[in-house]
């Protein structure tokens, strides 16, 4: 029983937020099928390929609304694949929190290009909101240009890795692309992230649609300023995490035994 704790801890304590839509779990986050070939294969991302995001909204014909975006881990990397639903004309930006502190819409500011505008300022005339304690830690942004990721900052946000193996916009076509875990501070057994996704033109206009769907998903494009709503409320957000493998969950069980049992003793 305490080894069953151990799993769930790690994976809810990294905030207890109203607005976590899917939670997807990796039963082997040591070893993966995925493959960088921009086809999405049977059970690449798991079991029947169930470590899958949907989305929600169609204002830019559903590339983000009607895609999926998979997620892997194997022992070195996070491995990704996003399967648009339609043409990808515009920019698909997944913006990541996965430790401790971390950046707003309204505490970061990269205007150098498209990637890094849209990483540090989704809409662009309003400061976007994100769910209560998100604070993004790293952007992925993928366009026909290819595939970029960034470590954010407070001013020029930091690049760290560049793939240009997938190019175009074509629907047919899946982005698939890789990160070190340790980049991203993912390296404990039972280790997980925050995450959403947003798409929006080069010059910051946004779509409606998002993974997960958000509540603005029915209504019109966002636009660059939310249609003069005031700034736009990115509240819903996924996660994924890693349940370890039964060898690791005796060594934590151990563990913790070990440890209460000089507590004890002291």
């Known amino acids: 029983m305490k080894s069953t704790l151990l799993i769930l801890v790690p994976l809810a304590a990294v905030s207890a937020r109203a607005q976590l839509i899917d939670t997807r779990l990796d039963t082997d986050g040591n070893s993966s099928a995925y493959v960088q070939d921009g086809v999405i294969g049977a059970n690449e991302y798991g079991a029947g390929n169930n470590q899958a995001f949907q989305g929600a909204g169609s204002g830019f014909g559903g590339t983000v609304g009607s895609g999926a975006l998979y997620m892997d881990f194997d022992a070195t990397n996070l491995n990704l694949g996003f399967q648009p639903g339609a043409d990808l004309n515009d920019n698909v930006v997944i913006l990541i929190d996965s430790k401790a502190g971390g ?12 990637g890094r505008n849209l990483s540090t300022n989704l809409t662009r005339d309003v400061d976007d909101l994100f ?7 790293y952007s992925i942004v993928m366009g026909g240009f290819g595939i970029v990721a960034f470590e954010l900052a407070a001013g020029p946000i930091n690049f760290l890795k560049f793939d240009g193996q997938f190019t ?61 709503g005031g700034a736009v409320n990115w509240s819903a957000y996924d996660r994924m995490g890693i349940v370890p493998e039964p060898a690791t969950i005796v060594a934590l069980g151990a563990g913790l035994a070990a440890l ?3 507590r004890r003793r002291s």
Do not use: H, K
């Open 103 to 114: 950046f707003t819409d309204a505490t970061m500011d990269d205007q150098g290009d498209a």
């Open 260 to 262: 209460i049992a000089r």
């Open 168 to 228: 175009g916009n074509g629907a047919g076509l899946a982005r698939e692309f890789f990160m070190d875990r340790a980049t991203l501070g993912l390296t404990s057994p039972t280790a997980s992230f925050d995450f959403f996704v947003a798409y929006g033109s080069d010059s910051n206009f946004m779509s409606n649609e998002g993974i997960p769907g958000q509540a603005f998903a029915g209504g019109p494009n966002l636009g660059w300023d939310n249609n003069g």
């Open 131 to 137: 769910a209560a304690g998100f604070e993004a830690d």
